[in-house]
C-alpha cells in the first residue's frame, strides 16, 4: 500500500507499527455550527482511507476528535445564551448525522476535548517541567524557538528572533508564533477548569495530541485532516507531542485538498457555505454527492458546483440502474460465459491496486464503469463483484438492492424513485417538513407510496 506522506512530500510505502493493524487520527469538527460541504470531504476521505485498509485485511483503529471547547464554540454558546454542552452536543448530533447520510462510518473513537482535559493539563505540566513552556499573564505558551523541527511538516522557515505571543487560537497562515496550551479565565469566562498553574481552559491543538496519544499510542501510524490543518494546528501537534515524547509522533500524514463554490473559496460573507441540506434540497442525495466526490483525487482541489453534482448524480442513477439489473436477472451458466470469463480482465487484482496506490478513488471508479460495460462478464459476477468494491466506495448498494428487492423481483424501484425517497428522509431528519411533504407528493405522483417504519422509510407501489 502506498501513501502520499505530506511530511516528507512522497509517496511512500506503507509499514504499520505492529503487523496486521493500523491507527488512524481524524482531526473532527468544531461543533459549533453544522458541517459545511468542505468538511465532509474531508470526512469522506478518512471513511474512504479506513474502508480500504479494512477491505486489505488490517484491524483498523480509526480515532475522531470533537473539538467542543475553544474560541468559536465559546462565542456561540454565549450568543445562543446556552451552555456549552448544550451548543456543542446539539452540533455533535448534527454532523454525526450528516455523517450517517453520507454512509460514513462512524469511528471506533470519537472522543471529546472536554473529557480529556486532565490529559491535557498533564502534558502542559510535562512541557512545563522541560521548560519547552513558559508563563505569561494570561496562559501558558509553547515556546517554539526550543523546538528544532518546527514548521518542518507545513515547510515553513523559521525565523529565530520569532518569539511572539498570541492570545488567539487563529492567527494568520505562514507566521510561526508560540502558541497557547492552556489559557487562563479572564472576567467573565464561566468555561473553565482547575489546573496545578491556575485556572483555565486548553488551547486548541494541545487536544489532538493528548487524544491521539491516549488512544493510539505515543507514535500514530496515520494522522489526517484538511490541508488547512497543516499550520497552524498540526504543526503544533508535532511540535507539543514530540517535545514530550522524544519520539516521532506520526509515520503518515495525510491531507485533504480544498473545495471551493462556483470557483469561489466558500465564506460565509459570500453566502457560499453549503451544508448538506442546501444540497438536499436541490435534489442531490447525499450518496450521489458522495459518488461525486469519489470522482475526484482527496489530493485534488475541487470545485463544487449544482450542475457538476447533477451530473454526477445522473451516472450515480445509471450505476445503480446497472447494478440493479445485474442483480435481479437470473444467472446464465453455459460454456461460451464460462470461457469469456476467464479472458476477462481480473477486476479484483486491478481494483486492489488502484485503491492501493494512494487510495486512487476515480480509478476504483472508473474500473467499476468499466465492469459494468464489459460484456466478457457475466451480470450475476457483475452484481457479485460490484457489492464487493462497495465495502471500499461506501455507495450503499445493499441497502439500495434491498430496497428494490423487497417490492418485486421482476419490477425493482427505479433509481431516481430511490433519490426522491432519500431526499425525503434527508428533509425529514433535517425537520423541513414542507420540503418533505412536497417529496411526498412527488413521489405519490410517480405512483408510489411511501411510510416510514421504526425510523426507516417503505416505498410501496400504489
Ligand atoms: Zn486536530
Known amino acids: 500500500m ?11 510505502d506503507f509499514q504499520p507499527i505492529k503487523k496486521g493493524a493500523v491507527g488512524i487520527y481524524n482531526c473532527g469538527p468544531t461543533v459549533y455550527d453544522m458541517a459545511h460541504i468542505g468538511n465532509l470531504r474531508t470526512s469522506v476521505m478518512y471513511d474512504m482511507v479506513r474502508r480500504v485498509f479494512e477491505y ?38 448534527l454532523f454525526l448525522a450528516d455523517l450517517h447520510s453520507l454512509n460514513i462510518l462512524i469511528p471506533h473513537k470519537v472522543l471529546r476535548a472536554t473529557d480529556h482535559i486532565k490529559e491535557m493539563i498533564d502534558m502542559t505540566a510535562a512541557l512545563l517541567e ?45 507566521n510561526p508564533r508560540d502558541f497557547a496550551l492552556w489559557k487562563f479565565t479572564e472576567k467573565g469566562d464561566e468555561v473553565a477548569w482547575d489546573s496545578p498553574f491556575g485556572k483555565g481552559r ?9 487524544m491521539a496519544m491516549k488512544a493510539l499510542g505515543e507514535t500514530v501510524d496515520i494522522h489526517t485532516g484538511g490541508s488547512d490543518l497543516l499550520f497552524p494546528h498540526h504543526t503544533n501537534e508535532i511540535a507539543q507531542s514530540e517535545a514530550v515524547t522524544g519520539k516521532k509522533f506520526v509515520n503518515y500524514w495525510m491531507h485533504g485538498a480544498f473545495m471551493n463554490v462556483n470557483d469561489e473559496k466558500m465564506a460565509k460573507s459570500k453566502g457560499n457555505f453549503l451544508k448538506l441540506a442546501d444540497i438536499v434540497k436541490a435534489d442531490i442525495s447525499p450518496l450521489a454527492f458522495r459518488y461525486w466526490l469519489l470522482t475526484s483525487h482527496y489530493h485534488s482541489p475541487v470545485n463544487f458546483s449544482f450542475e457538476a453534482v447533477k451530473a454526477g448524480q445522473n451516472a ?73 468494491f462497495d465495502k471500499v466506495l461506501g455507495l450503499g448498494l445493499a441497502g439500495i ?20 425517497a432519500e431526499a425525503r428522509e434527508e428533509a425529514r431528519k433535517n425537520k423541513e417538513w414542507e420540503k418533505a411533504d412536497a417529496l411526498r407528493k412527488e413521489l405519490e405522483e410517480r405512483g408510489y407510496e411511501v411510510k416510514d417504519v421504526e425510523g426507516e422509510y417503505r416505498l410501496k407501489k400504489k
Open 2 to 12: 502506498k501513501i502520499y506522506n505530506t511530511l516528507t512530500g512522497k509517496k511512500e
Open 130 to 174: 522541560k521548560g519547552i513552556a513558559y508563563p505569561t499573564a494570561d496562559g501558558i505558551y509553547f515556546s517554539i524557538g526550543m523546538f528544532p523541527g518546527y514548521g518542518k511538516l507545513a515547510n515553513i522557515k523559521l525565523d529565530a528572533e520569532v518569539r511572539e505571543r498570541v492570545a488567539k487560537d487563529e492567527y494568520e497562515k505562514e
Open 316 to 388: 450515480f442513477i445509471r450505476l445503480i440502474e446497472a447494478f440493479i439489473d445485474f442483480s435481479t436477472v437470473p444467472a446464465i451458466h453455459d460454456d461460451h460465459h464460462h470461457h469469456a470469463h476467464l479472458e476477462s480482465v481480473d477486476y479484483k487484482v486491478e481494483f486492489n491496486n488502484v485503491i492501493n496506490d494512494d487510495f486512487n478513488m476515480p480509478e476504483a471508479v472508473a474500473l467499476v464503469w468499466k465492469l459494468i460495460k464489459d460484456p466478457a462478464v457475466e451480470p450475476m459476477d457483475k452484481s457479485a463483484m460490484l457489492m464487493d
Open 401 to 420: 438492492l434491498a430496497m428494490a428487492k423487497s417490492e418485486t423481483l421482476s419490477e425493482p424501484i427505479a433509481p431516481e424513485i430511490i433519490a426522491l
Open 202 to 210: 486548553p488551547g486548541w491543538s494541545i487536544e489532538c495530541s493528548a
Open 56 to 93: 486489505e485485511g488490517y484491524a483498523v483503529t480509526q480515532v475522531m476528535n470533537i473539538t467542543d471547547v475553544d474560541d468559536k464554540t465559546i462565542k456561540r454558546s454565549r450568543e445562543e445564551k446556552k451552555s456549552l454542552q448544550e451548543v456543542t452536543r446539539h452540533y455533535e448530533d
